[in-house]
Structure formats: C-alpha cells, structure tokens
C-alpha cells in the first residue's frame, strides 16, 4: 500500500505557463515534505519542503502547497521553462525525519 | 553530487552471480541510504546504516544485504542476481537542510541488468 501517491504519471505544459504537480499521503505522522527532480541518467535532487506544520513554501519560481486535512500537497512551478522538463517526486519523512517515502513520480514536459 | 561516489556505474551480468555495489561519501555523514528506481514504483528503499555495523531492512529488502565497516562505505550485495533485481540503484546520504529538514542527496546512480 503506497503511503504517497502521485496519480498523474505524465504532464505537459506550455512554456511560461503554470505546472501543477500533485501529490497525496496516506500518513499524518509525516514531519516533513519534500519535492525532488530528476533528469534522465542523474540522481534526484531537492527541490523544496515544508514542514507539516506549514501549509505554503515559497522558494523562487517552486511553490509547494500542503493542506492537511485533505493529506494533499502540490508544487506550482511559475513560469515553467523547458529546463524544468524532468521527472519529480514527492517524498515524505517521519521518524525524526530519516525515515523517507518516495511517490511514484510525475514526468513534466514543458513544451516551447 | 555531495561527495557521493557510487561504483561501478554499469553492470551487466547473469542470473545466480553475486553482485556488489558500492557507494562512498566523504563528508562524514552518519546516515546511508540504498534505493532502487523502477518504473511507475519511483524509489523504494532496500537498507538504510545509521552508523558502523549499525544497518536496517526498508521496505524492498528480501535478496539483498548490506554492509557498513567504515562510515564512508555502504555496500549493498545481491548474493544471487535475479532479473527481477534488474534496476537502477542510488546511493544517498541525509543532510540538515536550510529549512530544518533533513535532505537525502542521492550519488549518480548504479544501473544494474541481470541477463
């Protein structure tokens, strides 16, 4: 049973438009979350977090949302560009924060 | 990549040979982790080492072992290779973030293929 989900396998957008990535968690034990991305051939890399106890994050044009009670969260990349194209996972953390949980990942094309 | 090294980066080799992959950090850090990426599965963690000789099982444990003598080393061993164990795998350790929370940074990555 996947603690964190990510229902959208694929998305694509246009250049300077805005990308939504979802995500959704099963655990309300979750300290931390936190998005990485990932290009082809490379290992992951943060992205951006938030602790449980915020429900926005802002950090350039990565935007993440995290609404609790729907155990929800988003990243909002504004304006997308076509270097953002890459896969990005949503991950979760507990256990004093070693203890992490990848999603299954949503592959973002940006499109020129 | 932090100062993760992951060896070797690609191998190639047949059902029923041990296989071990190597992962080296040289920061010092007490927390190693070993992952595998597999398509529509994203990252599932196979051993974590909170410090030497002090490893756990994650959740895609079962045909592989793990071995920490050193705080810069994690091995990860599949003592038999099995196609299903045809993967790409990382090497990742956990830092404090700016943010207070702790980060994994992942090595380049191993891609593994068992014929």
């Known amino acids: 049973d996947q603690q964190v989900k990510q229902n959208s396998p694929s998305l694509s957008v246009q250049e300077g438009r805005i990308s939504i990535l979802n995500c959704d968690y099963t655990n309300s034990m979750f300290d931390y979350f936190l998005w990485y991305k990932k290009y082809p051939a490379e290992g992951p890399t943060f992205l951006i977090s938030i602790s449980s106890i915020k429900d926005k994050n802002e950090d350039g044009r990565f935007t993440v949302f995290l609404n609790k009670s729907a155990k929800h969260l988003s990243l909002h990349i504004v304006p997308s560009q076509p270097g953002d194209s890459a896969v990005y996972f949503c991950a979760a953390s507990g256990n004093y924060g070693q203890n992490f949980v990848f999603g299954p990942g949503t592959r973002l094309s940006v499109l020129p | 990549d932090a100062g993760i090294t992951q060896s070797p980066r690609h191998k190639v080799t047949e059902t029923g040979t041990p296989v071990t992959l190597r992962c080296h950090q040289t920061?010092?850090?007490?927390?190693m982790y070993w992952y595998r990426q597999d398509p529509g599965h994203g990252l599932r963690l196979i051993h974590y080492s909170y410090g030497v000789k002090d490893t756990d099982k994650g959740e895609v444990s079962d045909g592989y072992s793990v071995s920490r003598s050193k705080t810069e080393d994690f091995l990860l061993t599949l003592e038999s290779a099995t196609s299903s164990q045809t993967s790409v795998y990382f090497c990742?350790?956990?830092?404090?973030?700016?943010?207070?929370?702790?980060?994994?940074?992942f090595g380049a990555g191993s891609r593994l293929t068992v014929l």
């Open positions: 920061e010092n850090h007490r927390y």
């Open positions: 990742a350790i956990s830092v404090l973030g700016s943010s207070g929370a702790n980060v994994l940074t």
